[in-house]
C-alpha cells in the first residue's frame, strides 16, 4: 500500500504570492486533511475533505482554501500570503470507517515567506 | 470545541527507564484520543489509539496508554526508555471524525 506523498518538501514565496501544496492520498483513503505546524508547536488544523466536499474546518481565514479530487489527491491554497503563514504544512489521509479511524500524515511541506 | 493538554513541554529521561508524557483532554462527548510521534523533518506517525472499549491500549514500540475518563486524561508510558524513543510526542482528541486537535507536544530526550 503507498503511504501520503507531499510536494513540494521545502517552498521559499514572498508576501503577498500565492501558493500550492499538493498532497497523495494513500490508495482507499476517501478523506484528507490539512494541518499547519508552527515552528515548536503542535499542527493545527485547517480543514478537512471528504468525497470532494468541504467536512469541517478550523480556525483560518478564507485565503486558505482547498480542493479534493476523485483520484483522492488534494491541494491547499493559500492567497495573499503573509509572513505568520511560515510553517511545515501536513497532509493526512484517512478512511472515515466506524472505528477504523485513523491518520496516515505526510512528511509535509515546508513553508517559508519572507 | 475538544482540546488537548500536554503537561510539560520538555521530558528527559535516562536510557532503561521510565517514560511517562501526561496528556489531559477536554471534550463534550466520549472522544477519541490518540498519540503520534514525530522524528526531525518528519511527518507524524500513529502510536496508538482509543476508540471504544479496553482502557489499557497499547502501540507500537512498546508504548501504552490508559483512557482515564474520570480524570479526563490519556497518559503515554513506556517501562524502559530507549535512545530511538527522542523524538517529539503529540497527544490528540476528536469527537466528530472530522477534525483531529493537537496538543502542543512533548519532546522526549534520552540520556545514555
Redesign the interface.
Known amino acids: 500500500e503507498t503511504g501520503?506523498t507531499q510536494s513540494p518538501t521545502h517552498l521559499i514565496k514572498t508576501r503577498g504570492q500565492q501558493v500550492t501544496l499538493r498532497c497523495s492520498s494513500q490508495s482507499g483513503h476517501n478523506t484528507v486533511?490539512w494541518?499547519q505546524q508552527a515552528l515548536?508547536?503542535?499542527?493545527?488544523?485547517i480543514f478537512?475533505y471528504?468525497r470532494e466536499e468541504e467536512?469541517?474546518r478550523?480556525n483560518f481565514p478564507p485565503r486558505f482554501s482547498g480542493l479534493q479530487f476523485p483520484n483522492y489527491s488534494s491541494e491547499l491554497n493559500v492567497n495573499a500570503l503573509e509572513l505568520d503563514d511560515s510553517a511545515l504544512y501536513?497532509c493526512?489521509s484517512s478512511i472515515?470507517a466506524g472505528?477504523n479511524?485513523?491518520?496516515?500524515?505526510?512528511?509535509?511541506t515546508r513553508l517559508t515567506v519572507v | 470545541a475538544q482540546s488537548?493538554t500536554?503537561l510539560g513541554s520538555h521530558v528527559s529521561v535516562s536510557e532503561g527507564a521510565l517514560v511517562l508524557l501526561r496528556c489531559n483532554y477536554s471534550s463534550s462527548v466520549p472522544p477519541?484520543l490518540?498519540w503520534?510521534v514525530q522524528y526531525p523533518?518528519?511527518?507524524?506517525?500513529?502510536l496508538l489509539?482509543y476508540?471504544?472499549g479496553a482502557t489499557l491500549v497499547k502501540g507500537i514500540n512498546g508504548f501504552e496508554a490508559e483512557f482515564k475518563k474520570s480524570e479526563t486524561s490519556f497518559h503515554l508510558t513506556k517501562p524502559s526508555a530507549h535512545m530511538s524513543d527522542a523524538a517529539e510526542y503529540?497527544c490528540a482528541v476528536?469527537e466528530?471524525?472530522?477534525?483531529?486537535?493537537?496538543?502542543?507536544?512533548t519532546r522526549l530526550t534520552v540520556k545514555p
Not at chain 1, 40 to 45: A, C, D, E, I, T
Not at chain 1, 101 to 108: A, C, V
Open positions: 501520503v486533511s494541518y515548536g508547536q503542535g499542527p493545527q488544523f478537512q471528504y467536512n469541517g478550523g501536513l493526512a472515515i472505528l479511524y485513523g491518520y496516515t500524515f505526510g512528511s509535509g | 488537548v500536554q477519541y490518540f503520534y523533518n518528519q511527518g507524524l506517525q500513529l489509539k476508540t471504544t503529540f476528536s466528530m471524525l472530522n477534525d483531529m486537535r493537537f496538543g502542543a507536544g
